[in-house]
Structures are given as C-alpha cells and as structure tokens.
C-alpha cells in the first residue's frame, strides 16, 4: 500500500453528491466509501443541502471539490470565499480542497466556466504564487485538478503535464488527475493521453476523476453525463498502475441516473484493480449535452 | 493590419480578450472584431490563430465556439432552473431572449449560481414598455412571477428555523388578550411577503399541474413565503393578513399591528374574529419564533 500523499489517505471509490439522490442516500446509507461535493453549492447553504451534508458528512468521508477558486485569474484571490471554504471543510472534516487550473472569470466578471491557461514560465510563476497563498491561509496542500478545455494558446511553451509536473514542485500541491479530462484534451489537442499521464509526477496524484463525455466528431465535449468509455478505462488503469492507486471518483452530472447505477459505474474501477474484465461500455455518446460541465446549482423544492 | 505573428500577450490581456470573446452575444468571430476584444487584443478573425491555435480537425475560431455557446446555454439553464414556471409560462424562446439580454446587463459577478437571478425581477421590471405607467398588463405579471420565483430560491437555502420551536397556536390561545395585545412577535427568519396586482401564487399552483394554465386578469393577491423541514412553503394571505404580518415584522406591537393595518385596508366586520382567525393561522403556519408578552393594557377591541 502505498503512503499517503501529502498526508491524504486512499479513500477507496466514491461518488459525486448530487441533490437528486439525498433522499436515496439518507433512507439507504448506501455502500460507498466517500463523497465529493461542490463546494459552491454548500458553503453558504442554510437550507436543505446543508442539512443533508451534515449528516451525509457524520458517515462518510467528505472531499471538497470546488469551481470558482479561478486559481489561473488575474483577478485578486477571494478571500471571503476561501474563508468559507476553510469553515466548511473545518465543520464536515473534509478531508482536502480541490479545485482546477484554470481561470473562471476576469474584471469581477463569473463566466462559471473552466477556462484553461496558456502554459509557459511567467502564467507558472504567477499560478504558483497563487497556490502558495491559498495553501497558506487554508493550511493546507490544496490539490488541483488538470481541466478539459477547448482551445490552446500560441503563447504556450510547455505542454499541460510538463505544467503541472512544475506546478507541483514549486508549490506541493496534490493533483487531482481527471482521466475523463486527459481523453477529452487528448482528443481535442491531438497529443497521445498515455504519454501525459507518464509524463505526470505520479507520487504527487491524490485522486483521480472519472467521467463521460459528449463525442461531437472532431472534437469531445467533457459533458459528466454518461458511463465511462473503455479507452478512459484503459486511461485509469494506466493511472492506478503509475501510481498505485489513489481515492477514485465518478462525476455524474447531467442526465444523472439512479444512486445504482451511479454506484456500479464506479464499482467497475475495483474490477479493473483487481484484474477482471467489464462489460464494454457502448459506443460513445454523439448526440448528448453540448455543454461542458459544469453547471452545478441545487434546485429548490416548493410545496 | 493586424500582424499575424504570434501573440505573447500579457496573461491579463489575454484573459480579458478571451473573455470578451466568448461572452459576446454575437458568437466568436463578432466578438473578436469587437471593439471590448480589440481594446485588449487588436486581432482580426482571420489572424486568430496568432492568439488561439488550430489543432488538426478544428480551427481557432471552432476551437473558440466550444466555450462561447456553453457561456449562454449554461448560464440560461441556470436561470431556468431558478425561475422554472417563468421559464414555462413564457416558452424557450422569448425566455432565452429575456435572459441572454439579462446577462449582458448582469453578468454573474459571484462565486455562486445562486446569486445568478438575483437582479432578474428588477431586470424586467425596468425593461418593461409600463415601466413608470400606470398600466398592468402582461410584463407586470411576469414580473411578479420572477419576484415569487427568486424569493421561493432564496428561502428555500436562506437561513430558517428547522432548529428551534415556532409559536404553537395554543401558546397564543394561553395569553389573555390583554397581554398579547401589548405583544412583539418575532417572525421566522425565512418569511418573506409579497403583495401582487395579480393572482400569482394561484396561478403557479395551476402551472404546476398544467403548462398550459390561463394567463390570469387583474386581481390583487398577497402571498408569505416560508420554510419548514427545508421545505418552502407558499400561503396566500387576505389583504388584512398581510399588512398584519408586515407590520410585526417591522418590529409593531400586536395591537399597533392591527391597528395600522386597519388605517391601510379598513376595519372589517368581526374585528375579534377576524383578528383571532389570523394570529390562529400565522400560529398554525408557524410563522413565529418568539413571543415578547407585554404589559397589560385595554385593547380597543
């Protein structure tokens, strides 16, 4: 068993906490080793998500995992949110932060999406000072999750892993590999996704995220709404043999089916570890959402 | 001309440009020739590729598209999710249009979704072709949709009182009449009143169960808005209930409640009863937290 990294333990395979299955999981307390939460959608909840959290949070594990830290922005670091994130995490014992590098929004503006980076010496210099201070005032290593994106920039002079492998050695961030992300980049940037993940400081790799997406083609969309396609799966294992094996998440977030189903898509990483074979999963979806994740708001109930 | 060599630009640069870009309402290739892009990046569509690089299928202004159609569908569905029978009761189409011209106006500015519709009932409000008239018509009703809708978002993961006991009926029914005229009652923190000039809270409940319900007339409605077990709850209320209720959540005694209440809307007949019937259902509605008993003194019943 390999030791913890950066103190954070192999949480076994876990779930995304999604408001469509709170009444499922507190009548069923069901299997599963740990949750994921978006953090946004908590940490000024006083209402019915937080309730459940609480004590959702009192049986499980609890990681948080956020989308609006905007680690790559220009714009000054929040603090008022960070303060939050502290006293939530302190409150449900979270047992890491996580967010993304990228960028959500510049001039005070949310565009509420991933944004990637160009990757080069100066945005690494600036990123990394970033991290330092959000690790500083959080008190601990935050981990930091590789985006799906779209577009690249010609003022890039590295490539992502060779980024990310800096990023972590400059800061002693954790990384949240999200192998559903490497597929969908791989796909839209033509690069070779086994060749990022060798390139990746395995020992640095707290969790991994797994995920479906949209095919449109000549181009994947990172839509979290569908099963895992087998050459994810191939990507997963290639990350479990690299690294040892790490906390495994499954993200479900659009099209979202019953707790089950959930479950047993994520139940087929144990399978995979421990050298059986899986169903294949049917062809890739072409004809899903066209919209990257995410879109995470908890809706209201009414009488 | 713009060159076409490669763009180092600053990394503040960049994300402004970028971000005028993909938040222009006119799709990706308008935006790179607008004038909030070219303040930062001075770039035409056909040199993008010097900012934003092809890959081998797709090319820079494709690549671009991805996150430009995803900023309006998602933020749109986002809205829809908290102003659903607004959503319905307009269709697809006109919604998308309130709401992409809404997002020019208020572009999210918070970490949170939440907030996303928080200046949407104002939006329309001011956008509407009455503002500043007399007139109530079609907009007027929307806009009293919204402001249920945003209200019902807010209470529903605003703070509440799940922990703590509300006023039972029978405590209120213990007070000699005395007493409890000379009362301060202190409301749930999760209610919220509203007063509309048409029949909206009726009129959501017949959108819930049909989407084709009968766009209502003029009608005067007042509504509270609560929460219990995490729930919110809608409660229609008469026009003397209301101002009731207004009047103690500003901090009234029972009897100046009434009393005002009575200036504003007149005194009805069975003052007592109706005034008794009233406390009975805030009481059974749960909509108070605490009672501050007062000093004895005549009513003027």
Same mark, same amino acid.
């Given at each position: 068993?390999?030791?913890? #990294? ?11 906490? #999604? ?22 959608? /908590? ?6 998500? #937080?309730?459940? +959290?609480?004590?959702?949070?009192? @049986?499980?594990?609890? &990681? ?30 979270? #047992? ?29 210099? /600036?990123?990394? =000072? @970033?991290?330092? =201070? $959000?690790?500083?005032? +959080?008190? @601990?290593? +935050? &981990? ?5 994106? /779209? ?17 972590? =050695? ?25 060749? /990022? ?34 050459? &994810? ?8 043999? @690299?690294?040892?094996? &790490? ?18 898509? $994520? ?22 959402? =066209? ?10 109930? $009414?009488? | 001309?713009?060159?076409? !060599? ?77 102003? *659903? ?11 998308? %249009? ?27 409000? !001011? ?45 209120? %029914? ?24 048409? *029949? ?66 007149? %005194? ?12 009975? !259902? ?10 501050? *008993? ?8």
């Amino acid at each position: 068993m390999p030791e913890p #990294r950066l103190g954070y333990e192999n949480l076994g395979l876990g779930v995304g906490l #999604r408001h469509p299955h709170f009444n499922y999981i507190l009548e069923n307390w069901p299997a599963v080793d740990w949750f994921e939460i978006i953090s946004e959608n /908590y940490i000024d909840s006083q209402g019915r998500p #937080r309730h459940v +959290l609480d004590q959702i949070a009192e @049986r499980y594990p609890i &990681v948080m995992h956020g989308v609006s830290l905007s680690i790559g922005s220009t714009d000054p670091l929040d603090f008022e949110y960070l303060n939050k994130l502290k006293t939530l995490s302190a409150a449900i014992n979270a #047992r890491w932060i996580s967010d993304h590098v990228c960028w959500t929004g510049v001039a005070g503006k949310n565009t509420h999406d991933l944004l990637p980076i160009p990757y080069n010496e100066e945005t690494l210099k /600036y990123v990394a =000072q @970033r991290v330092v =201070q $959000v690790q500083d005032f +959080l008190e @601990r290593p +935050l &981990v930091l999750e590789d985006p799906s994106s /779209y577009v690249t920039f010609a003022a890039s002079t590295m490539t992502e892993w060779e980024f990310l492998t800096a990023l972590t =050695q400059e800061t002693g961030c954790g990384l949240l590999l999200d192998v559903n992300n490497v597929y969908v980049s791989a796909v839209n940037h033509d690069f070779d996704p086994a060749r /990022y993940i060798e390139g990746l400081p395995w020992e640095s790799i707290v969790q991994f995220h797994l995920a479906g997406h949209t095919n449109m083609g000549d181009y994947c969309i990172d839509t979290h709404d569908g099963h895992v396609i087998d050459p &994810v799966w191939k990507l997963f294992c290639l990350a479990h043999q @690299r690294t040892g094996g &790490v906390s495994t998440l499954l993200e479900w977030d659009a099209n979202i089916p019953d707790f089950n189903t959930l479950h047993a898509e $994520v139940l087929k990483a144990k399978k995979l570890i421990e050298g059986q074979p899986i169903a294949p999963t049917a062809d890739e979806k072409s004809n899903g959402s =066209q919209v990257p994740h995410p879109a995470h708001r908890i809706e209201h109930e $009414v009488s | 001309m713009a060159s076409s !060599k490669s763009h180092r630009a600053d990394l503040p640069v960049l994300q402004k440009w970028m971000q005028a870009v993909i938040t222009h309402v006119g799709g990706v290739a308008n935006g790179i020739d607008s004038s909030a892009a070219r303040q930062h990046i001075d770039v035409e569509v056909a040199n993008v590729e010097s900012v934003v690089t092809r890959s081998e299928k797709r090319t820079s202004v494709e690549r671009l598209e991805v996150y430009a159609n995803a900023y309006h569908a998602r933020l749109v569905e986002c809205l829809k999710s908290i102003f *659903p029978i607004f959503a319905q009761t307009v269709g697809d189409e006109l919604f998308y %249009e309130f709401a992409v011209s809404y997002l020019q106006q208020y572009p999210s500015t918070s970490y949170t979704l939440n907030r996303l519709g928080d200046h949407f009932p104002d939006f329309l409000e !001011k956008t509407s072709p009455n503002y500043g008239t007399d007139t109530l018509a079609f907009e007027e009703f929307l806009v009293g949709l919204a402001v249920v809708e945003r209200s019902i978002d807010e209470v529903f993961d605003g703070p509440g009182f799940e922990r703590q006991a509300a006023v039972s009926p029978q405590t209120l %029914e213990g007070m000699s009449p005395e007493v409890f005229w000379e009362s301060r009652l202190k409301t749930v923190p999760c209610l919220r009143l509203h007063s509309f000039p048409f *029949p909206i809270n009726d009129f959501i409940t017949q959108a819930k169960q049909s989407p084709d319900a009968e766009i209502p007339e003029f009608q005067p409605s007042w509504l509270a808005l609560s929460r219990r077990e995490y729930v919110v709850r809608r409660i229609p209320l008469t026009r003397f209930e209301y101002h009731v209720l207004a009047r103690l959540e500003g901090g009234l005694r029972v009897g100046d409640a009434v009393e005002n209440a009575m200036v504003e809307v007149g %005194e009805p007949e069975d003052l007592p009863g109706v005034v008794a019937a009233a406390f009975r !259902k805030f009481a059974a509605e749960q909509l108070f937290l605490s009672i501050q *008993p007062g000093n004895e003194r005549t009513n003027t019943w």
